[in-house]
Structures are given as structure tokens and as C-alpha cells.
């Protein structure tokens, strides 16, 4: 009687004919750069008002952020629309000969009737404690909830990685989109936001590939060289194609 032997499966690809690997797909960095400081940082609730400008020592943050992203090979640099934001882009985009992109999706949360007032004076509200304690359920009067602002920050963003497949690019937004962002990419509910902690001039850095999303920096005010996309490694380098020529 014969041995049984085993069929290959009908979709297995002939031992000398099989099908390339599809190409990866590229990696695509995106770092998000909190503005620098104003005069307002820290004591009022700036929001969208207009006509506030960074400080002077916001201005030496924005040239030492960028600085620290001049060597990198960014490709785009997009900004909240408003004062502190676009002039802290501005300093980014001038190393590199870029116009900054206004992109309204990353603008700062829409706090209505709280804009300008003193963040002392807003800690003693009942809405307050809705916002540390349970963020996805605030919504703050005349303006948007943070489940809101998350959600359109998140279409911002995915829409600027649609758009440079494969490139660096520099958003520069505000704190509670930024930690809003870090949330929904790292898998952490909006209900944690409040943990995470953004400074100004900061840098949070994700890669974004076919694998999904992975965050590369968060806070990070000191080197960004790691950030640097890898060389090709498609073609093969001298001594290897000298080695080649030879044999």
C-alpha cells in the first residue's frame, strides 16, 4: 500500500516562486510641540482669546525648540491658528525654509464663558472638579466638551499623517489637545487625561506605520537626534557591491 502523503495547501506559492513581501508601509513621525509661554501661562485660561502673544522668555523657548528640531529633515510645519501657537511654528519653520500651515482641528479647547478668567478663581467651581476628575463628561458653558476637542484632534492629526506619508512633521498645538491626543493614542481613557502632564516648548513625538502607533516621546525638552528617520537600507552599500562586482 502507497504512504499517504500531505497535499500542499492550494493558495501555498510554488518553493521557487514565491510571492514578494508587500512593501512596508512607511513610517510616518509626528511631533507635537506645545507653544511656548506667554505672559497669561499658568495664571489665566487663555483659551482662543486673541491678541496674546508669547513673552519674552516664550520667545527663547521657541528658538531653543527650534533649535532642537533643525537638524531633523521635517517636512511640514502646521499650527493652531492663533498668536502663541503660530509665532512658536514660525521659529520651527524658518530653520528649515517652511511656511507654517494653519490647521484649525488643533486648536486649543473651546472653553466659552470660562476664556480669560484666572485658573484660581475657575479650581473653586463645581465644573472643575467635573474636569479633573471626569474630563470625557465636561463641557464647558457657551463652548465644547473635551470629548469634543479630543475626537477633532484626532481627525487633525490623522489627516496631516494621510498627507506626508512617510515624512516628519511638526504640529504646534496646546496642552490639553496634546495630552488629548497622547490619551486616545496610547489606549488611555480621556477620563486619565489629567495625568499626563505637557509643558511649553515641549515635544511628544509618534510614529505612525502599518503596525499602528507607537509614542516615541512625551514632555521631552532635551534631545531629539533619535528622532532622526533611519537610512535606506534597500540598496546595498559600497563594500557589499564592490564584493559583488568581484565575484
Not at 41 to 69: D, H, K, V
Request: with cysteine; hydrophobic share 45%; proline share 9%.
Amino acid at each position: 500500500m502507497p504512504e499517504a502523503t500531505t497535499a500542499p495547501p492550494v493558495d501555498a506559492p510554488a518553493p521557487d516562486g514565491a510571492a514578494a513581501a508587500p512593501p512596508a508601509a512607511p513610517v510616518t513621525r509626528l511631533v507635537l510641540a506645545r507653544h511656548a509661554v506667554t505672559a497669561q501661562t499658568g495664571a489665566l485660561l487663555s483659551g482662543r482669546q486673541p491678541g496674546i502673544a508669547l513673552s519674552e522668555e516664550g520667545r527663547r523657548q521657541a528658538e531653543a525648540l527650534a533649535g532642537r528640531l533643525a537638524d531633523l529633515p521635517v517636512a511640514a510645519v502646521y499650527a493652531s491658528p492663533i498668536e502663541r501657537t503660530t509665532e512658536t511654528a514660525q521659529a520651527v519653520a524658518g530653520r528649515h525654509e517652511l511656511e507654517v500651515r494653519a490647521l484649525d482641528g488643533v486648536l486649543e479647547a473651546d472653553y466659552g464663558e470660562w476664556t480669560g478668567r484666572k485658573l484660581a478663581e475657575l479650581a473653586q467651581t463645581d465644573l472643575w472638579k467635573v474636569v479633573q476628575r471626569a474630563p470625557s463628561r465636561a463641557s464647558f458653558p457657551g463652548g465644547e466638551s473635551l470629548a469634543a476637542m479630543q475626537t477633532r484632534m484626532v481627525q487633525a492629526l490623522e489627516g496631516v499623517v494621510a498627507d506626508h506619508p512617510g515624512a516628519l512633521v511638526v504640529v504646534v498645538s496646546h496642552a490639553d489637545p496634546i495630552k488629548a491626543a497622547i490619551a486616545h493614542y496610547t489606549g488611555v481613557h480621556l477620563d486619565l487625561f489629567q495625568r499626563i502632564v505637557v509643558n511649553p516648548a515641549s515635544v511628544t513625538a509618534f510614529a505612525f506605520s502599518g503596525a499602528g502607533v507607537a509614542l516615541l516621546k512625551c514632555n521631552d525638552t532635551g534631545t531629539l537626534d533619535d528622532l532622526r528617520p533611519p537610512p535606506p537600507h534597500d540598496a546595498p552599500d559600497e563594500t557589499e557591491q564592490d564584493k559583488k562586482e568581484v565575484s
